[in-house]
């Protein structure tokens, strides 16, 4: 059974940094890209951050890039997104995903929330 | 960025009805079209990938079909457990991008 289960959300201030991990089970890690998803408080979903099965390529939507980074530890089965520089925008559930290319993203985690506030 | 625009916003149906929900493209996606279900409180699922492929253990009350860049996903005999918000998302190209949502209401 494939299981997504996130962790190191929490209350941030401004500016602040925060880093959440993804342990992922059930699967081979390595052999799929992985994802993370967002939803602020009764909104919708938008799409974070993806990074390659290798974990050599990454890409990430505008409003992140240059503060936000994904990496992955295939060794530990592991997904993280580290986050810099957070803003009160940045406030949302996050979701990590599995991220089948081309497809969709087919298994989600139970998300983990982060609140960006002083 | 590719928009995807998802009509309408909310409905309310009655039990063993039949609804459509419908996500316009901006810009050709190839058929990359993925529908999820998210009930409040909880994860979305993955109902409907490749625009018309059935997830595994996804009730076959669930569909979907394009038309262009036009995709719909239609649920057939609703039952209560459907009422929930779905969402459609292009998986074509980088930043992915999520419809707004449709909230379904069971009357």
């Known amino acids: 059974e494939v299981q997504l289960v996130e962790s190191g959300g929490g209350l941030v201030q401004p500016g602040r940094s925060l880093k959440l991990s993804c342990a992922a089970s059930g699967f081979t890690f390595s052999n799929y890209y992985m994802a993370w998803v967002r939803q602020a408080p009764t909104k919708g979903l938008e799409w974070v951050a993806s990074i390659t099965n290798s974990g050599g390529s990454t890409y990430y939507r505008d409003s992140v890039k240059g503060r936000f980074t994904i990496s992955r530890d295939n060794a530990k089965s592991t997904l993280y997104l580290q986050m810099d520089s957070l803003r009160s925008e940045d406030t949302a559930t996050y979701y990590c995903?599995?991220?089948?290319?081309?497809?969709?993203?087919?298994?989600w985690g139970q998300g983990v929330m982060v609140t960006v506030s002083s | 960025d590719i928009q995807m625009t998802q009509s309408p916003a909310s409905l309310s149906a009655s039990l063993g009805e039949t609804v459509t929900i419908e996500c316009l493209a901006s810009e050709d996606i190839y058929s990359n079209l993925a529908w999820y279900q998210q009930k409040p409180g909880k994860s979305p699922q993955l109902l409907i990938y490749d625009a018309s492929s059935l997830q595994d253990g996804v009730p076959s009350r669930f569909s979907g079909s394009e038309s262009g860049t036009q995709y719909s996903l239609e649920i057939n005999s609703l039952q209560s457990e459907d009422a929930a918000t779905y969402f459609c998302q292009q998986h074509h190209d980088y930043p992915y991008t999520f419809g707004a949502g449709t909230k379904l209401e069971l009357k």
């Open positions: 995903t599995r991220d089948i290319l081309w497809v969709s993203f087919d298994y």
